[in-house]
T-cell receptor, first 113, second 111 residues
Framework: KQEVTQIPAALSVPEGENLVLNCSFT??????LQWFRQDPGKGLTSLLL?????REQTSGRLNASLDKSSGRSTLYIAASQPGDSATYLC????????????FGTGTRLTVIP | SQTIHQWPATLVQPVGSPLSLECTVE??????LYWYRQAAGRGLQLLFY??????ISSEVPQNLSASRPQDRQFILSSKKLLLSDSGFYLC??????????FGPGTRLTVL
């Protein structure tokens, strides 16, 4: 069964700093990988989707990379802002079922003004 | 554009009472639909998914059931709630191999 781990569980950085969030998964036979953002008490907002054949995806200040063979993905956030404070979730799509997702437990990010 | 709705937003129910949570999607046809639960201190867990009307697959054995009576309607139910059913329930939709889009969630507290 796919296991997804996110380290660290929590991270505090000063505003303006660049940062990297890590995600690792145990089974490299993935279909795709998604990064989501969750604000307290809210649903998930999709940030980036990387297909298994891709190495990275970019959206604005966000860049996600995927190294399938080593079972790792990173989310890079440039020039962090207080509005980036949220929990970031990594989810691996296995391609089974309806491309069911396996989620990590997230990294809670706090950007200090 | 597509929109996903969930209701109610919050719910407090006694142990042993029934449950019905509803999810509807607008602006798309024949979506894959999903129910997830997020328990306190734990990651999101997929409970059910559906690839079409009347087609329900369960990922984990549990006290809950799901139904899809219409193409864009997904319902999560229980006949008798347990304390362990408390959590944040999220509905999502997606096309195969594509991004999943999540609803605003329902916070369920079973007392």
């Amino acid at each position: 069964k796919q296991e997804v781990t996110q380290i660290p569980a929590a991270l505090s950085v000063p505003e303006g700093e660049n940062l990297v969030l890590n995600c690792s998964f145990t089974d490299s036979a993935i279909y795709n990988l998604q990064w989501f953002r969750q604000d307290p008490g809210k649903g998930l907002t999709s940030l980036l989707l990387i297909q298994s054949s891709q190495r990275e995806q970019t959206s604005g200040r966000l860049n996600a990379s995927l190294d399938k063979s080593s079972g790792r993905s990173t989310l890079y956030i440039a020039a962090s802002q207080p509005g980036d404070s949220a929990t970031y979730l990594c989810a691996v799509g296995t391609g089974t079922g309806a491309n069911n997702l396996f989620f990590g437990t997230g990294t809670r990010l706090t950007v200090i003004p | 554009s597509q929109t996903i709705h969930q209701w109610p937003a919050t719910l407090v129910q006694p142990v042993g009472s029934p449950l019905s949570l509803e999810c509807t999607v607008e602006g798309t046809s024949n979506p894959n639909l999903y129910w997830y639960r997020q328990a306190a201190g734990r990651g999101l867990q997929l409970l059910f998914y559906s690839v079409g009307i009347g087609q329900i697959s369960s990922e984990v054995p549990q006290n809950l059931s799901a139904s899809r009576p219409q193409d864009r309607q997904f319902i999560l139910s229980s006949k008798k709630l347990l304390l362990s059913d408390s959590g944040f329930y999220l509905c999502a939709w997606g096309a195969s191999g594509d991004t999943q889009y999540f609803g605003p969630g329902t916070r369920l507290t079973v007392l």
